[in-house]
């Protein structure tokens, strides 16, 4: 009897701990205590504004005047050691040679090219739980009555902007000519980024940025909608399609990401035996993890400094001009390829023209925003909001596609878990983290491409 009660004792014990194991693996969390309407705006709660205004997107006269004269100097930069390219971080040869086309050439057509450029499309700004949320919104032009009107909003990332999608809209346009469906596109900037008011208290995280952008989406009319999104677009548009799938068609990331113990452990198992679980032409996207997680230390520096004091390395940067610009250049020549770090040029103009990026650093130069955007960091990761809604599954329809160069890939054996109606995956052996802007047709055509397999699907 004894001998029966220690063996059911030791079984209980081990089917509990196996419970709480399942529990910790699979397990979904109990969605956080959101409000859907907190004020992130100046002060005590305002009344709510509803209107909806037609911006005009310009500089100041006093703004482009007071930066020629802050890019006349780059004497004092630091000589980089003998032999270094992008190694250390931004070429000063280099950056000195980008600041004196910035003013000899580039500020020279400012009024008549890059502001047009900036301001092309339709902009809007509309008040968002005490904020002024500013984003473009192109409506379609001249399509048949016959095509279906398909809302996509489109979400960028740090330190980027609405300009990523700049180049991608027309081609979507072209592949949906002549076609069931044509896009309405809606592209908000990020509070706290470039033309978006900052939110003026603490706790803004992703889950709250989603909520905004939900809240943006029906306040213009637009009951159920498309995502595609990349860095934290990615992040944000993955809240959404977990907490408004009634709203969201379908989400498509060129960052799908989960970092669950599931997840992990999942990483860990295939580690062993990828060709278990990945294609062989596609293992080295993934495996051996030990080099991918090297260069993810060696480029995610800048992370943990936004994470844990963006207002100092902020006041660093605001009103510096040349500092912010070597802050931001230095991502875009790494994040589109590591390779870029052994390049004297830092591969500037290979993939994106200079000026694409020029343009980006003026909005957040213009705007005073570089703070507010690092804050976003701090932000996300002080909360446990993210982390809980990480735990729970995404039942919309998901693509995600990946970019050889880009700082991390998942694969479908550790995604599933998170968007459980994976309809697409893909490989681009070209392309980086800033996929939009090195490749706007690739990207296009993979949005397009999932956009007609979801509404395939519903007929």
């Known amino acids: 009897m004894y001998k029966l009660l220690v063996i059911a004792a030791i079984f209980s014990f081990a089917a509990y701990q196996v419970g709480q194991i399942y529990q910790f693996l699979y397990a979904e969390k109990p969605l956080p205590d959101l409000d ?10 305002k009344p709510k504004e ?8 310009s500089f100041e006269d006093a703004v482009i005047d007071k930066l020629k004269l802050q890019l006349n100097d780059t004497s004092y930069l630091a000589a980089p050691l003998e032999g270094v390219n992008f190694e250390y ?7 000195k040679g980008i600041v004196e086309y910035w003013k000899n050439d580039y500020l020279k057509r400012w009024y008549e090219e890059r502001e047009w450029y900036i301001g092309k499309y339709p902009m809007f700004q509309t008040k968002i739980q005490g904020l002024d949320v500013h984003y473009v919104h192109v409506y379609p032009e001249n399509a048949p009555k016959t095509s279906k009107v398909i809302p996509l909003l489109l979400l960028h990332g740090w330190p980027g902007s609405i300009l990523e999608y700049y180049e991608v809209i027309p081609e979507l346009v072209k592949l949906s000519m002549h076609k069931s469906f044509v896009f309405e596109f809606i592209i908000p900037f990020i509070p706290g980024f470039c033309q978006s008011e900052a939110p003026h208290k603490q706790g803004f995280d992703s889950v709250q940025t989603a909520i905004v952008f939900n809240n943006l989406m029906q306040r213009i009319g637009v009951e159920k909608y498309y995502i595609h999104g990349g860095d934290w677009g990615s992040i944000i548009g993955n809240h959404m399609a977990t907490l408004f799938p009634e709203h969201v068609l379908g989400y498509h990331s060129i960052l799908c990401s989960t970092n669950t113990p599931l997840s992990m452990l999942k990483t860990f198992i295939a580690s062993f035996w990828p060709s278990m679980f990945i294609e062989e032409s596609r293992i080295d996207w ?12 060696e480029e995610s520096g800048y992370f943990h400094i936004q994470a844990t004091k963006p207002d100092t390395i902020g006041a660093a940067l605001t009103g510096n001009p040349v500092g912010l610009a070597a802050y931001i250049l230095e991502k875009y020549s790494t994040a589109t390829n590591k390779a870029n770090r052994n390049k004297k040029n830092g591969g ?5 023209h200079i ?7 003026m909005l957040y130069h213009a705007s005073n925003s570089i703070t507010s955007s690092m804050r976003f960091y701090k932000e996300t990761m002080a909360s446990e909001n993210p982390r809980i809604l990480d735990t729970r599954k995404v039942t919309v329809p998901t693509a995600c596609a990946r970019f050889k160069h880009d700082i991390r890939h998942l694969s479908d054996f550790v995604l599933k878990d998170k968007f459980v109606n994976l309809v697409q995956s893909t490989y681009h052996e070209k392309g980086g983290h800033f996929a939009a802007m090195e490749l706007p ?3 296009a055509k993979d949005i397009f491409d999932f956009v007609s397999k979801v509404e395939m699907n519903k007929k």
């Open 441 to 443: 047709d690739v990207l």
């Open 355 to 361: 000026d694409r990026i020029l343009d980006i650093i």
């Open 50 to 57: 509803i209107a909806i205004h037609k911006i005009i997107l």
């Open 36 to 45: 859907f309407d907190r004020y992130w705006g100046p002060g005590a709660k």
């Open 348 to 352: 500037f103009n290979e993939t994106i």
């Open 89 to 95: 971080g931004m070429n000063t040869e280099t950056l």
């Open 286 to 297: 993934f495996y051996p993890q030990m080099p991918h997680l090297w260069t993810l230390l």
